[in-house]
């Protein structure tokens, strides 16, 4: 089967998805969470790559990121998975492949879409019921976009930055976004797209 070609439109952001081969662990203690979040931040640096959201499970992880060129998602997708995937695999004494095929990326085309994927990926572990509140959650960017912590993965976006004048206005405006039920219907679009592998998640508008 042919692969479905990458599509990049300079400005707009991508949802990346990669999970671990046949459902299985990719981060299973602190340190491997913590040595992911390191490579990520150098390789989206050295590969011009903005981060503005994530958040890393314990069989896969989420990304919304901007690359400044074609190319750039690509590189910093592959410079980490060479660095990490033999160093987990020889600290947990397992061979073989990590992860289960390439990772996704879908180019998300609106506005009220990006705020809903944001939503979508910092409360992953709410509906896994993993924490309560998305910023309980520490390998997210919950904290950062409801609490304020610094975290030197992230470069804000404009639509987050929009949701209020000062800082404590975003976190109050995001914090009450994320306490908001997300309806159903909402959900199973998203869970359809990354599915289907669609490379535009515009579809998912409005419902």
């Known amino acids: 089967m042919a692969r479905r070609p990458r599509i990049y439109i300079p400005g707009l952001t991508l949802h990346v998805v990669q999970r ?4 299985s662990e990719t981060f299973s203690e602190p340190s491997d969470y913590r040595f992911f979040l390191k490579l990520l931040r150098h390789e989206s640096a050295r590969h011009d790559v903005a981060i503005h959201a994530y958040a890393l499970m314990t069989n896969h992880f989420h990304l919304m990121a901007t690359p400044a060129d074609a190319a750039g998602l690509s590189m910093m ?18 061979t073989g492949t990590l992860w289960e095929g390439r990772f996704r990326s879908f180019v998300i085309e609106t506005a009220s879409y990006w705020l809903k994927c944001l939503r979508y990926i910092e409360l992953n572990p709410v509906r896994a019921g993993m924490v309560s509140t998305s910023h309980e959650y520490r390998w997210s960017s919950a904290r950062a976009h409801v609490e304020g912590r ?3 993965l992230l470069t ?5 930055t929009r949701l209020g004048a000062t800082a404590t206005e975003r976190q109050q405006a995001w914090r009450s976004m994320c306490g908001e039920v ?3 219907a909402e959900l199973q679009a998203m869970r359809d797209a990354i599915r ?5 998640a515009q579809k998912c508008e409005g419902v």
């Open 196 to 200: 289907r592998g669609q490379a535009s």
């Open 20 to 23: 671990g081969n046949n459902k």
């Open 156 to 160: 804000p976006h404009d639509l987050y």
């Open 77 to 94: 997708m592959q410079s980490v998975g060479r660095t990490y995937v033999p160093v987990y695999n020889l600290k947990h004494q397992r």
């Open 150 to 152: 610094e975290d030197e």
């Open 182 to 184: 997300v309806p159903d």
